[in-house]
């Protein structure tokens, strides 16, 4: 009946493993899946609704303004305040990022049919993924720290 086709192997393969699904140990398995899912959903929704109120409250700032230099001045405030916004919620990102990555780790670790033997190569992907997550922040504090010291260009008159 099955022909050695990928469609056909995976078929049989489903037919005769369907008696041995167990929905608990399903369950189970996808469990942490959509543990991560839903804490990368609270995140966006979260970073989503600063956004949100950070641009109302900007709008709110500037909509009776009638002096350029004013409502010049609240958007760079507001510019200002959106780049360490993006900073925060890059880092809060990375940091869910290498929190998952280390879980994953560890439940390969747990399910490596030789875990001592594995332990050291654990070890060093969590090293990686920590010190990747800290050359982000460190650049992410040296780039806003280089952009704060810019000082506006002076102005000059156009020679005619």
Known sequence: MFKNTP??????????????FDPA??????????????????????????AQAAIAETMASIKDIKDPQTAFEIMKASSEAGMAMFAKNLKEAT????????????????AHPAP???????????AAATTAESTLASAMEKG?????????????????
Do not use: C, Y
């Open 144 to 160: 806003a720290a280089a952009v704060a010291s810019v000082a506006p260009a002076s102005k000059t008159k156009k020679a005619r």
């Open 95 to 110: 940091s869910l990022s290498v929190g998952q990555f280390h879980t994953t780790v560890d439940a390969i670790e747990k």
């Open 7 to 20: 469609f056909e192997a995976l078929a049989k393969t489903l037919s005769e493993s369907a008696p041995k």
């Open 25 to 50: 140990s399903m369950q189970d398995a996808i469990k942490p899946t959509q543990d991560n899912l839903k804490a990368w959903a609270d995140l966006a929704q979260a970073q989503a609704k600063e």
């Open 116 to 126: 001592e033997t594995f332990a050291s190569v654990a070890k060093n992907l969590k």
